[in-house]
């Protein structure tokens, strides 16, 4: 089974630039989930998908922050004016909604703001 | 709301030694999971191991193993026979709900390092 896939891997971009991330999920998992893990903490959920439907979204920070997944498969993570505090690994993970075993992580991007 | 608490930023152990990583939780649902997971240098998490808050036994994956006290709030990993291997940080996660997909709240992880 592929796992769940993320690119760029690495990304550097100067502040009030835009950027965006891809992710590919497990295939049939139904649940995605992008993650943002600032160095030195744990990751907060961005936003949670279920199919292409949004299921939670109170902590993306929407006056920059947007994300979509269309057909229910792959989804984009944009960050468009890129600040300073937005440098963090964004981490995209599926499940298939069942309760018991997690979420698959893809390898993250690591973004730089400069 | 769910929180999760690691106390220790970073730990050492010693090659073949077994080594304890505290999380303690706080939720006000009355079912919930818990889950470790470890995150090498290179990035990515990976699952480690699982544990229902109405499991009564320890949940046990291989070396790893979670002893979970309900009563305390408690859910810390136990690994046994450390390998250098097992350097990485270690998240401590819970999720309320049983049997949908609601999200994971992570604690903000202990570093471990497996000396020699």
């Known amino acids: 089974e592929a796992g769940v896939a993320q690119s760029p891997r690495y990304k550097i971009i100067e502040k009030r630039q835009s950027v965006a991330f891809w992710c590919n999920p497990i295939s049939g998992h139904a649940t995605l989930y992008w993650y943002q893990q600032i160095l030195g903490q744990g990751p907060k959920l961005l936003i949670q998908?279920?199919?292409?439907?949004?299921?939670?979204d109170s902590q993306l920070p929407k006056d920059r922050f947007s994300a979509e997944r269309l057909k229910g498969v792959d989804s984009t993570l944009k960050i468009q004016p890129a600040k300073l505090e937005d440098s963090a690994v964004y981490l995209c993970?599926?499940?298939?909604?069942?309760?018991?075993?997690?979420?698959?992580f893809g390898s993250g991007t690591r973004l730089t703001v400069v | 709301a769910q929180k999760i608490t690691q106390t220790q930023p970073g730990m050492f152990v010693q090659e073949k030694e077994a080594v304890t990583l505290d999380c303690t939780y706080d939720?006000?649902?009355?079912?919930?999971?818990l889950f470790w997971y470890k995150q090498p240098s290179s990035g990515e998490m990976i699952f480690l191991i699982y544990?229902?808050?109405?499991?009564?036994q320890n949940a046990t994956e291989g070396r790893y193993s979670l002893n979970f006290q309900k009563a305390r709030k408690s859910a810390n990993l136990v690994i046994s026979a450390s390998q250098l291997g097992d350097s990485a940080m270690y998240f401590c996660?819970?999720?309320?709900?049983?049997?949908?997909?609601?999200?994971?709240?992570f604690g903000t992880g202990t570093r471990l390092q497996v000396t020699l």
């Open positions: 998908f279920q199919n292409n439907g949004v299921v939670d």
């Open positions: 544990q229902g808050s109405y499991d009564e």
């Open positions: 993970a599926s499940s298939k909604d069942s309760f018991n075993y997690g979420y698959t």
């Open positions: 939720t006000s649902d009355q079912s919930y999971g």
């Open positions: 996660a819970m999720r309320p709900t049983p049997g949908t997909a609601s999200k994971l709240t």
